[in-house]
């Protein structure tokens, strides 16, 4: 471009903002790069059907098949579009349809009792980054107390809902694509720090340490580190081991003093969130069997016999998280969290209680198994025919045909649909998350009954009911009243490790204890899944 050409611009009417841009990428692209917020759980791939937005001004190519098919019923207006294939143009006038809500979060766990041998003065940070949500907790070192906390959805979300979304990222745009990704938790992070000072009057350079618990590749986005190595076989990560710098060189604003200490990753798919959890539940002390599950987009899974830890990763997708699910969305205010079907209806349980707007994980779960308890889902997977139903029967009017599609008719107005796809999505994350479970279990020479307990952890975990974890069949009835809510254990093993030195050194030795097994070259492991996919029976 010669010196003096102006650039193109898009003005996003509903934000009153007006985003710069240079021919070459899609509408999606130029409002991410613009900051612009639009779902986009597949970055861009054109498979979810999730970014749309509404053009009110420009004239645009009209929708092909593929975008057709993925607008669906809900859009009938020709000018609702998918941003990712839509190409921009100079003087486009559009509006986001994406409502930020306020979302459901979990930023606390069990806390074992361990001895504090770190009384320095000042205040500390312990940090929990996950892939799709961010929590913080601001301590007085002194003390060990902590006097604030904050959290918010990573802001991360802009380059794609998943790890591989966002490695895929840093493919697509090399060096910029690092630092993207980089500059966008630094700043997440340091609006959180301004928040938890400006609430508690603290001074930042009184912030002695942060300490920071994450998946391996938000480990490696943070430091600036390329997390591409872990895109492809044989996904070595670069960065294993604990880190301990100054904070300000990953772009924190702190103190010159503030240090920065990460915890250690196991590979690149087990990674510090998950060492912690197993250190918070004592798993390498533990007598008996114990079975340790962070349920999110991958299910990461720690088994202890006797102190012996194996652990493995499967990749569950991002249904569980309410993605890739037709009527999706995040645990936030208008969210189905819960369904009961009866003879005399469907009862909803919303978050927030507000008007129904979508489906989030544990809603997605508990409709899947009220389905297969009312036999309108088949173990297979499959929905029945609504021709083998008497138009008497309650359930006759819940099944809508979609051309030869069968669909289950959730809500009325908004019509909130689960289709025969959705119920897919969920089988092959209970599928993935199950035969992990039997693959390390068939590796230690245990079976599901030899389980003393089975420890729940995470933000997502904490919203799953025990019924709903049974009843679609991620956990065997083998473990029904063995389950334990352990909550947000990263969290927890952040702080343990900001209040001692003593458990970094057990932490750091931890991680290298734990063995990893990967599933792929697991014996057997085609027929476990296979065998893993059927949902349970209700009699």
Not at 107 to 113: A, E, F, N, R, V
Not at 240 to 263: P, Q, S
Request: proline fraction near 3%.
């Amino acid at each position: 471009m010669d010196v003096g050409d102006k650039l193109s611009e898009i003005y996003v009417k509903n934000l009153d903002k007006t985003v710069p841009f240079e021919e070459g990428e899609s509408l999606l692209a130029v409002l991410v790069a613009g900051g612009v917020f639009v779902d986009n759980p597949c970055n861009g791939k054109g498979t979810c059907g999730k970014c749309r937005i509404k053009v009110l001004e420009g004239e645009i190519e009209e929708a092909d098949e593929n975008e057709k098919k993925l607008l669906k019923k809900d859009d009938p207006d020709r000018h609702i579009r998918l941003a990712c294939m839509v190409d921009p143009i100079d003087g486009m006038v559009v509006e986001t349809l994406h409502k930020e809500r306020k979302h459901q979060f979990t930023t606390s766990g069990w806390m074992p009792d361990f001895e504090i041998d770190r009384r320095e003065s000042g205040y500390g940070l312990s940090v929990d980054i996950g892939t799709t949500t961010v929590a913080v907790g601001l301590v007085d070192l002194t003390s060990g107390e902590q006097i604030d906390e904050a959290s918010m959805i990573n802001p991360q979300k802009i380059y794609g809902l998943d790890v591989l979304t966002r490695i895929s990222y840093e493919y697509e745009h090399g060096e910029d694509g690092i630092r993207d990704l980089q500059e966008s938790i630094v700043s997440g992070l340091n609006a959180m720090i301004d928040e938890l000072v400006f609430e508690t009057e603290i001074d930042k350079d009184d912030i002695a340490e942060i300490c920071i618990a994450a998946n391996c590749t938000m480990t490696h986005l943070l430091l600036g580190v390329d997390a591409r190595p872990m895109g492809k076989y044989p996904y070595v990560p670069e960065v294993k081991d604990a880190v301990y710098i100054e904070a300000r060189r990953v772009g924190l604003d702190v103190g010159e003093d503030t240090m920065l200490y990460c915890l250690p990753q196991v590979s690149a798919f087990i990674g510090a969130d998950i060492v912690a959890g197993a250190y918070v539940c004592n798993m390498e002390k533990e007598t008996g069997n114990t079975l340790f599950i962070d349920i999110g987009t991958n299910g990461e899974i720690v088994l202890a016999k006797d102190g012996e830890l194996l652990c493995c990763s499967c990749a569950a997708g991002p249904a569980l998280e309410g993605m890739n699910i037709s009527s999706g969305m995040r645990a936030a205010e208008g969210a189905i969290e819960d369904v009961v079907i009866s003879e005399d209806g469907i009862e909803l349980k919303v978050i927030g209680d507000a008007e129904p707007v979508g489906l989030c994980g544990s809603g997605i779960l508990a409709i899947v198994k009220e389905l297969l308890r009312h036999k309108i889902v088949t173990s297979r997977g499959g929905f029945i025919k609504k021709d083998s139903l008497d138009e008497e029967d309650y359930r006759y009017d819940y099944i809508k045909l979609n051309g030869r599609k069968r669909e289950f008719i959730l809500n009325e107005d908004p019509e909130i649909l689960v289709t025969q796809s959705d119920v897919r999505q969920v089988q092959l994350a209970k599928g993935a998350i199950l035969s992990g479970f039997v693959a390390l279990l068939n590796k230690a020479g245990l079976e599901m009954k030899d389980l003393d307990k089975v420890l729940i952890a995470g933000q997502f975990g904490a919203h799953l009911p025990e019924a709903s974890l049974i009843g679609v069949g991620i956990l065997p009835r083998d473990v029904e009243n063995k389950l334990v809510y352990v909550g947000n254990s990263s969290k927890t093993g952040a702080y343990m490790c900001l209040m001692s030195e003593r458990v970094r050194r057990e932490i750091e030795h931890l991680a290298k204890k734990m063995h990893y097994v990967e599933l792929a070259v697991t014996d057997d492991y085609e027929k476990i899944f296979r065998d893993s996919m059927l949902f349970p029976t209700f009699e």
